[in-house]
């Protein structure tokens, strides 16, 4: 069975930096490609950029340029998301999502992680 | 890519045929746009993919069509568990967009 099992909730200060984590099984992991989206309330999905999981490259949308970096472990088969310089507009469900090639649709995605951001 | 979706939400009954409607901002090459149903407190489930390709394991009740900046997705007879949002995506050009969805509820 496919799966991406995401880290837990987390509750940040602004200022402060998060990092997400995406583990995945069930496929040859270095043969996909991951990607990071959010979600804030009551708004659609929001791409935030790509990982090839085997090479390691990566694209980030542009405004999360400076921000943000994503990596992987092929040894754990986890992918990493870490986010700087929070602000409350930051709270959101971060989801990862598997591709199998660079440009089609998401086919698995993670259940998603809980972003708190608050004073 | 702006995609904006219409209706905001269709009310319909159990049984009914649902239209959706996607509209893109700029011409969506090689049909790169895609369907998602999200029910609440659920990671969006993938339907349609290429603009007509149902995804694997997705009733033949769902289907896609569409070119260029018109898609629309048709669910021929609503069954209870269809009732959720429904979004569409490009996956085109970077960075890849979604439209704000549209609701499916029950009249």
């Known amino acids: 069975q496919v799966l991406l099992v995401q880290s837990g909730a987390e509750v940040k200060k602004p200022g402060a930096s998060m990092k997400l984590s995406c583990k995945a099984s069930g496929y040859t992991f270095t043969s996909y490609y991951i990607h990071w989206l959010r979600q804030a309330p009551g708004q659609g999905p929001e791409w935030m950029g790509i990982?090839?999981?085997?090479?390691?490259?990566?694209t980030y949308a542009p405004q999360f340029l400076g921000r943000v970096t994503v990596t992987r472990d092929t040894s754990t088969n986890t992918v990493f998301l870490e986010l700087n310089s929070l602000t409350s507009e930051d709270t959101a469900v971060y989801y990862c999502?598997?591709?199998?090639?660079?440009?089609?649709?998401?086919?698995?995605w993670g259940h998603g992680t809980v972003v708190t951001v608050s004073s | 890519i702006v995609l904006t979706q219409s209706p905001g939400t269709l009310s319909l009954s159990p049984g009914e045929r649902a239209t959706l409607s996607c509209r893109a901002s700029?011409?969506?090459?090689?049909?790169?746009l895609a369907w998602y149903q999200q029910k609440p407190g659920q990671a969006p489930r993938l339907l349609i993919y290429a603009s007509i390709d149902r995804a694997t394991g997705i009733p033949d009740r769902f289907s896609g069509s569409g070119s260029g900046t018109d898609f629309t997705l048709t669910i021929s007879r609503l069954e209870p568990e269809d009732f959720a949002v429904y979004y569409c995506q490009q996956y085109d050009r970077s960075p890849r967009t979604f439209g704000q969805g549209t609701k499916v509820e029950i009249k």
């Open positions: 999502a598997r591709t199998g090639e660079e440009w089609v649709a998401f086919d698995i």
């Open positions: 700029q011409f969506i090459s090689r049909d790169s």
């Open positions: 990982i090839n999981a085997s090479g390691g490259s990566t």
